[in-house]
């Protein structure tokens, strides 16, 4: 009997190979050993092996995505295969179409690095303007998402000038804060707890941030839902759509370990609260105290959210011995948290007091303190110069990979992304204050950081000179499409410490 492997694939779907046997009882034993080969035929023109069609998320984990163009974007999806295919660009109004085939170490299952093209090679794209991106794979072409070209920048610390918007309500250190998108026009920013030079606090303060980078003149203080703790030295996330799959008028927050007193030594909470705010009016809703407690107690960890999932690396333990552990857990949609988990791939070194971002399904570490501390306020040594990232995929954290290091040793420090482009800044280095309060890398093709730039010009220096400070980028483009980095409270690293506390909040009002 011969069995045509076409018409075998459309049959199956009417009887199973059991049912036709028991029809046709003139099959003989070739028969039978021809049916089995078509079965194994079967299971591979079968969905089980079809596959998967690319799907993207967001680009810069964004709802309203903007780049210029020759710097990188970061596509997050799922369903991108492990090897590279294509990306496409296409913009409409200028009919041009351009085709990138990014690098394959840029390029993972759920996360692409692509450098935007100023056009096809022939003709420009038109800035600004909006072009759709798609993701060509194997398994077939993505659905497009719009991304707003912006007119070419590449900020650097040596063309970004800085000034100064409302303070806060009290001078602070081991404060953090966050940033709430509503729009594209509005947003606010959200600081909690933070130590006042006498204890650790409860405090919750809200205000709008504009377009320009400048905060409300008067802040909010959200007496009626203060913490439940006092806390400092925590770690902080917002979920909102573009990051998590929360639903589209839902945000939420996240205070994330730290320590509760300060005469602490240096103590440490495994606790995780957790509010909603209202995206219209940036009130903070009641703290819910998690039934997820991290798997240790943390003071100075550092903390990242993208594509659905909160990362936690390092941070003092109770001991005050720094933790290498990284732990992972997803954002559900109603902003609680699925249960933590301890990834088999820990950080190289403990850590503790270090920053992280994600980018294109990487998570970086950036610096921090390797040594033993018992009191997290002082100044203390310097940290190291240890840049490192791992793949993170669905809360599964790979193996680290060394990157470009900074040029300074850096703890208690802060960091800002934007357009695939990184400032370290400001906390405890080596060499005089204020010496290097800011230095610049971009994300590379291969997912690696470029070689880190140190400011030339006293003209560009913050003049904040600050570390356990808080820090956001602002959700919102400013008038010129540039990023607006935020500065907030922290501790002056001084030549005599220990320093004064800031309420200070600094921002860049050029480029």
């Not at 249960?339 to 403990?350: E, K, L, M």
């Amino acid at each position: 009997m011969r069995i045509s492997p076409v018409s075998t694939c459309f049959k199956l779907s009417a009887m199973t190979w059991s049912q036709r046997l028991q029809r046709e009882s003139w099959v003989t034993a070739a028969s039978v050993l021809a049916v089995i080969g078509a079965v194994a035929f079967l299971l591979g023109c079968s969905g089980s092996s079809k596959l998967p069609v690319p799907s993207i998320l967001n680009v810069d984990t964004s709802t309203n995505p903007s780049s210029p163009v020759g710097l990188p974007i970061e596509i997050n999806g799922s369903g991108f295969l492990s090897s590279p295919g294509q990306v496409v660009f296409t913009q409409s109004s200028s009919g041009i179409t351009a085709t990138v085939a990014p690098n394959a170490s840029g390029w993972s299952d759920t996360g692409v690095v692509v450098t935007v093209p100023a056009g096809n090679g022939t003709s420009s794209f038109t800035l600004p303007g909006t072009i759709a991106v798609t993701v060509v794979t194997k398994g077939g072409t993505s659905n497009a998402v719009n991304v707003d070209l912006v007119q070419t920048l590449t900020f650097d610390v040596n063309n970004v000038t800085w000034s100064t918007t409302s303070p806060l309500p009290s001078a602070l250190t081991g404060v953090r804060a966050v940033a709430v998108p509503v729009n594209d026009t509005n947003g606010y920013v959200v600081v909690t707890g933070g130590y006042d030079g006498a204890s650790n606090t409860t405090t919750v303060f809200s205000t709008t941030i504009a377009v320009d980078g400048t905060l409300g003149a008067n802040w909010q203080s959200i007496t009626t839902t203060p913490l439940p703790q006092s806390r400092a030295h925590h770690g902080m996330a917002e979920a909102d759509p573009g990051n998590s799959l929360v639903p589209v008028d839902k945000r939420f927050i996240y205070v994330i370990g730290g320590q509760e007193n300060s005469t602490d030594t240096p103590g440490g909470t495994n606790t995780i609260f957790m509010a909603s705010v209202d995206p219209t009016t940036g009130g903070v809703g009641t703290w819910t105290q998690l039934s997820t407690n991290l798997p240790e107690s943390l003071v100075g960890p550092a903390v990242a959210i993208f594509n659905g999932y909160i990362y936690v690396v390092g941070g003092l333990r109770s001991d005050g011995t720094p933790s290498p552990n990284v732990y992972s857990a997803q954002v559900n949609s109603d902003g609680t948290l699925g249960a933590w988990a301890t990834s088999t791939n820990p950080h190289p070194v403990g850590i503790s007091f270090a920053t992280a971002f994600g980018f294109a399904g990487k998570l970086y570490v950036l610096d921090g303190d390797i040594n033993s501390s018992t009191d997290p306020n002082q100044q203390g040594s310097t940290g190291v110069k240890d840049v490192r990232f791992t793949s993170a995929r669905n809360g599964v954290v790979g193996n680290w990979t060394a990157t470009s290091q900074t040029i300074k040793s850096r703890d208690k420090h802060i960091t800002w992304t934007a357009f695939g482009q990184v400032i370290d800044a400001e906390g405890v280095y080596p060499g005089s204050p204020g010496s290097l309060e800011l230095e610049r890398s971009v994300v590379q093709s291969d997912n690696t950081l470029g070689s880190f730039n140190g400011i030339t010009s006293s003209a560009n220096q913050i003049g904040a000179n600050v570390y356990n400070a808080a820090v956001l980028v602002s959700p919102l483009q400013s008038p010129t499409a540039t990023p607006r980095f935020l500065l907030l409270g922290g501790q002056t690293f001084s030549a005599t410490p220990p320093g004064a506390l800031s309420s200070t909040v600094y921002y860049n009002n050029a480029p």
